[in-house]
């Protein structure tokens, strides 16, 4: 095969060239040519080796469905494998390469297994390995090495890609005829219309035809239908496609404003993501033409007839010189007119009907060779071209020699979107077509798309000439799935299409088998007896054609990735450089270390200050709600497995909240803060899912307390003060009246902040939180360091909290209170309110919830070396777990190391000698069950 | 996207509302705990029409109750709880 461009005609720019490379080797095209149309017109035939066999491929088709010519293009991290040669439309500096072939395109090594390997049949890597492992740890180096299709980049994507929404009355999606008629008549009756293309140009197939429309030639009916529909101002977009139909009419576009691997000019995005809601959806996505089945109809040469006629009339490119036209309907006749106009010698129309009596074949047959009831059954030829054919005709063999095969088997209405949203497909049993049926959304098909292009097919297509090569034959291009692999697959007795589908891989190649999927469903159909619905559809999953994943991601990547919430205390402790613990949005300093401090070593001392002097840590992030009104009290009693109604003013306790299936939810503390007026919190983690659980609570289980929830978290910044010395401290600043006894609050002012002091212990020590309004909290902070120096204070982290806490026996949300423990398995039964008027009493009554038998129940564990993080709980190792640890850490004051855990019946288990065991860490431990609380079990340090 | 008409916010993307449950696996505070049993384990999920309970939490914070097609998403009522049934 020859290319070469024709001297006028098209929609290109002759009047300006375009040089790009492909494979390092320089070539010349113009403004308008697809990767593919200029390198065909510079007649060049090999694009690349296909994906499971390496065998020589060319171009196949004119648009996004090809299977065959997939390109690197790009540079560094703008490096985009698979895209497909036809629809990369060239500029400047374009750097191409072709994929799976080593070391060069035109003399590969992989293809030596198409050569002299028998081929990989359906299910090969199943039944090779299976059950042989050894073998797969063998091969598997090889096989990876010639597995893949192209390359990933190697660097980030450094272009910007944004999203964006839009309204609209009527979605219009494609703009050939169809989709242009659409949007003028409904622009005229005064609707709101977005029009888009994934084409650069509007017009569509108008572009590949000769012939008038409505009187005007194609291009001049495309610019009157611009000219009116700019005029009554419809958006419309270009080289963007409509990749997803979504609930509720809301569909997805993909709007390129630079081609893959192009550099956008400076600031401007690479690519934007619409999401579009509109009333109505029109879809005029138009029919993409489908090859024919016989042996090596992959080779570089045969193309699809109506691709060749765009190649011939929109880019002015012939694609061969001696060409051959094989067709089961009229349309592809119209391209052996296109091909002989364009100087190309037509050969023969090989026609696999018996007659045919319209007006375009018999004008054909006047002017060409004509055959009927012809089938072609081999295509000769390799990577530089095809050199013949070998056809059946009436019976009898006859061969031709041809640079170029033109094929037609007839055509697939595109109802990718339609069958998205929802929608049903009719199958045509004498064009072989599906086109779409009943609409689930608000959108109507019109034009090729919905079956006004089944003139152009005959199911006859579908069918394989009796005794054809079917090993060589193939079905979907792109991952080299032949008529043999279909037939094996149902030999092996695959049946379901979604099997089929999914054990020879026919349509799963990044192409969705646009052009295969029809074509093996009506092998499978023959195999079966059955008619081609009763074998079923895989399902049409978005995107219609590959995206890439920076267009999804937008601008939510590095560090946009995810929000990032600062306390207000955060400058404060920036100055510090202390080690961060992301703890959800919230950054929260982890430990301060000093000089060479690990993280270990920082927090031990700050847990010793704590238990020594005194030490302030931020808590700002807690979960904070206030609850007020006549029916505070009774709301809470509904949130709080604890008594919360005989709390006097000025008091707090601990509490905590049960999911509805009786499992602890989270904890806090609640405070009755005013005589209506109350403070509960909850955990950071867990604040966002407790202003949900609280909304829920007063909307839908008692709408009839009158009652209002603030959720406070933000408004009240916080700073826990522990330690022996917390109170001296606090002196310093506060008049001794203002200093409230534990669990008491007061109202005062610290460095002129009016502040919140509540008593409560976490730590275990005498402490003291202290809330003021947001950033109003900073002064008190900065007073704390300065009056807290020549005690001995100083700040600390989230890492020695986890010390403390644990060494006291304080649970904690995600940790011990892990979505799967009751108030039995915590211990914290005792403190359930015996009215049970809240939410989870009824699922706790269960008895299995009751009943401690065989429950994993919270313990603690001691040991005189490290306890592993994670680790679980064996008699021997190794041995069934009977539990497993959820905190540990070393002891602050003394020698020693303690975890809590739970363990299967462990409140009956004290003092049993376990091992503490993570096979993961390689680390163990000899442990012994004990009580929960290590340190001060009487709560003698934080009463006074 | 599911588009939800909230009765006080108009209609909104469905990213602005977060589902809480069937409606009939809302339990009673005083309900017994068989009741809880067959509410929160042995419910319905109906493929076909259901009554959900979703909230504008991106919104106003209400929660609705939606009349929705499990299958094809259809919305057929979007109401207030306190709304005459």
């Known amino acids: 095969m020859t290319g070469s461009r024709t001297g006028q005609g098209g929609i290109i720019d002759r009047s300006r060239t375009i040089r790009f490379t492909f494979d390092g080797k320089l ?117 990876r090495r010639a597995a893949g299709l192209g390359r990933p980049p190697v660097k980030p994507d450094p272009d910007h890609y944004e999203h964006r929404a839009a309204f609209c009355d009527v979605l219009v999606v494609g703009a050939g005829p169809a989709g242009l008629s659409a949007a003028l008549s409904a622009s005229a009756a005064g609707e709101r219309v977005m029009l888009v293309e994934q084409d650069i140009a509007v017009g569509g197939g108008l572009h590949r035809e000769s012939e008038d429309i409505e009187g005007l030639p194609g291009q001049a009916w495309i610019a009157q239908a611009l000219t009116t529909l700019t005029g009554r101002g419809v958006s419309m977009l270009t080289r963007t496609t409509a990749i997803g139909y979504w609930d509720h009419d809301m569909v997805t576009l993909a709007q390129k404003l630079v081609e893959p691997g192009q550099v956008p000019e400076d600031g401007q995005v690479a690519q934007r993501l619409w999401r579009v809601r509109a009333k109505r959806v029109v879809l005029a996505t138009g029919a993409i033409e489908r090859p024919l089945p016989f042996a090596n109809n992959d080779r570089p040469g045969v193309m699809l007839a109506q691709a060749v006629r765009t190649y011939v009339n929109r880019f002015g490119v012939v694609p061969g010189a001696r060409a051959v036209v094989a067709t089961c309907n009229d349309d592809a006749y119209r391209t052996a007119f296109a091909l002989a106009d364009a100087g190309c010698e037509v050969v023969a129309i090989l026609d696999s009907r018996s007659e045919s009596p319209s007006e375009i074949v018999k004008a054909a047959a006047a002017r060409f060779n004509v055959q009927f009831d012809a089938q072609v059954l081999e295509a000769r030829g390799g990577p530089g071209g095809l050199t013949g054919l070998a056809a059946r005709l009436g019976g009898q063999p006859l061969s031709l020699s041809c640079d170029l095969l033109a094929v037609s088997g007839g055509v697939s209405p595109v109802a990718h979107l339609h069958m998205q949203a929802g929608g049903t497909l009719n199958w045509n049993e004498t064009t072989g077509t599906f ?55 149902w030999q092996e007795g695959y049946r379901s299409v979604e099997h089929v589908k999914r054990y020879t891989t026919l349509g799963m190649a990044t192409d969705q088998g646009k052009t295969s999927n029809i074509v093996g469903l009506a092998r499978l159909a023959a195999l079966e007896g059955r008619p081609v619905p009763q074998v079923g559809l895989t399902t049409f999953r978005p995107p219609y054609t590959p995206v890439t994943l920076g267009l999804l991601a937008g601008h939510a990547t590095g560090k ?44 031990m001392r700050e847990a010793r200050t704590v238990r020594q002097a005194v030490g302030w840590v931020d808590v700002s992030t807690l979960g904070k709600f206030e609850i007020a009104g006549p029916d505070a009290a009774a709301f809470l009693e509904r949130v709080c497995a604890t008594t919360v109604a005989r709390l006097a003013q000025g008091r707090g306790r601990y509490t905590f909240m049960l999911r509805e299936d009786g499992i602890v939810m989270d904890d806090g503390t609640v405070w009755r803060i005013g005589p209506e007026r109350y403070l509960l919190t909850s955990s950071t983690g867990g604040a966002d899912r407790m202003a949900h659980h609280l909304a829920y609570v007063r909307q839908v289980l008692a709408p009839e307390l009158k009652v209002a929830i603030a959720n406070v978290q933000e408004h009240w910044a916080g700073i826990a003060v522990a330690g022996p010395k917390a109170k001296t401290l606090l002196a310093r600043m506060v008049p001794d009246p203002g200093i409230p006894r534990h669990m008491s609050l007061a109202r005062s002012k610290i460095a002129g902040v009016p502040v919140l002091i509540l008593a409560a212990s976490y730590s275990g020590e005498r402490a003291f939180e202290i809330y003021a309004a947001g950033t109003d909290i900073i002064p008190v902070w900065q007073a704390l360091v300065a009056q807290g120096a020549d005690l001995g204070g100083s700040a600390y982290g989230l890492e020695a909290l986890e010390i403390l806490r644990i060494e006291k026996g304080h649970v904690v949300v995600g940790g011990e209170i892990d979505g799967r423990a009751t108030p039995h398995d915590l211990r914290l039964h005792r403190m359930l309110n015996p009215a049970a008027p809240f939410i989870g009493a009824p699922a706790l009554q269960r008895p299995a919830l009751q009943s401690s038998a065989g429950r994993l129940r919270m313990v603690g564990l001691e040991s005189d070396s490290p306890i592993p993080e994670g680790s679980m709980l064996v008699s021997t190792m190794p041995g069934t777990p009977q539990g497993h640890v959820t905190g540990a850490g070393q002891r602050v004051l003394q020698k020693g190391h303690v975890a809590l855990g739970f363990l299967r019946d462990g409140d009956e288990r004290l003092g049993e000698q376990l091992m503490a065991w993570s096979p993961t860490r390689n680390a163990s431990a000899r442990v012994t069950i004990v009580d929960p609380v290590f340190y001060d079990p009487e709560g003698r340090r934080y009463r006074d | ?43 319905e999920n109906p493929k076909g029409w259901s009554w959900e309970l979703w909230r504008h939490s991106a919104g106003c914070g209400v929660f609705l109750k939606l009349h929705r097609h499990t299958v094809t998403h259809e919305i057929a009522e979007v109401s207030r709880l306190d709304a005459a049934p």
């Open chain 2, 1 to 43: 996207m599911q588009l939800i008409a909230c009765p006080h916010c108009g209609p909104r993307a469905q990213a602005e509302f977060e589902f809480d449950r069937a409606v009939d696996s809302v339990l009673a505070l005083d309900a017994s705990p068989a009741e809880a049993v067959t509410r929160l384990y042995e419910r």
């Open chain 1, 560 to 603: 946009h990735l995810a929000v990032v919430r600062r306390p207000p205390l955060y400058d404060l402790h920036l100055e510090q450089q202390p080690l961060w613990l992301p703890s959800g949005h919230w950054m929260r300093p982890r430990a301060y270390p000093r000089g060479d401090e690990t993280l270990h070593s920082a927090a």
């Open chain 1, 435 to 489: 086109a779409p049926d009943v609409p689930r959304q608000n959108q109507v098909t019109v034009g090729a798309a919905a079956g006004g292009a089944e003139g152009n097919s005959s199911a006859l297509g579908l069918t394989a000439p009796t005794g054809v090569d079917a090993r060589h034959s193939f079905v979907d291009f792109q991952n080299d799935v032949t008529l043999a692999d279909i037939d094996l697959a």
């Open chain 1, 27 to 143: 070539y010349h095209g113009h403004p308008g040519d697809t990767l593919a149309s200029a390198l065909l017109a510079e007649g060049l035939v090999l694009f690349g080796r296909s994906f499971k066999y390496h065998r020589p491929r060319g171009v196949m088709s004119a648009g996004v469905e090809e299977p065959n010519a997939l390109v690197g293009v790009g540079i560094g991290g703008r490096f985009e494998p698979n895209t497909r040669a036809t629809d990369l439309f060239i500029y400047e500096g374009l750097v191409a390469e072709s994929q799976n072939r080593w070391p060069s395109l035109s003399f590969d090594l992989g293809a030596v297994i198409g050569l002299f390997g028998r081929f990989v049949p359906a299910g090969f890597y199943y039944k090779a390995f299976l059950g042989k492992p050894g073998l797969w740890t063998f091969y598997e180096h090889f096989i």
